[in-house]
Nanobody, 123 residues
Framework: QVQLVESGGGSVQAGGSLRLSCAAS????????MGWFRQAQGREREGVAC????????YYTDSVKGRFTISLRNANSTLDLVMNSLEPEDTGMYYC????????????????RGQGTQVTVSS
């Protein structure tokens, strides 16, 4: 059973930063892609960033490019999302996900996801 546990959410003012982390119970290299997606109240889930674990290639949705950075650390057992210059539009529940094999910014492609961590950005 794969478990993904997120941490690091919180409330910040616009322009602030947060670091989200996801601890995986399985060896992350067994997943072709890992990623983060978010869901704001009343909106559809949106892929935010993803990483191909084999070579570290990263992909971002346009709205977060240049502000967010996805990475693996701790011998690839932890997935991070560093979020800078946060905007109120970034508010939502953020989920760690693993196991997609293509279209890694598509949330529905991931068989495993965590319980989520809330991010709230105030103006």
């Amino acid at each position: 059973q794969v478990q993904l546990v997120e941490s690091g959410g919180g409330s910040v003012q616009a322009g602030g930063s947060l670091r989200l982390s996801c601890a995986a119970s399985a060896y992350t290299r067994s997943f072709y892609y890992m990623g983060w997606f978010r869901q704001a109240q009343g909106r559809e889930r949106e892929g935010v960033a993803c990483i191909r674990t084999g070579d570290g290639a990263t992909y971002y949705t346009d709205s977060v490019k240049g502000r967010f950075t996805i990475s693996l650390r701790n011998a690839n057992s932890t997935l991070d999302l560093v979020m800078n210059s946060l905007e109120p539009e970034d508010t939502g529940m953020y989920y760690c996900a693993a196991g997609a094999t293509a279209l890694c910014l598509e949330p529905n492609g991931y068989p495993y996801r965590g319980q989520g961590t809330q991010v709230t950005v105030s103006s």
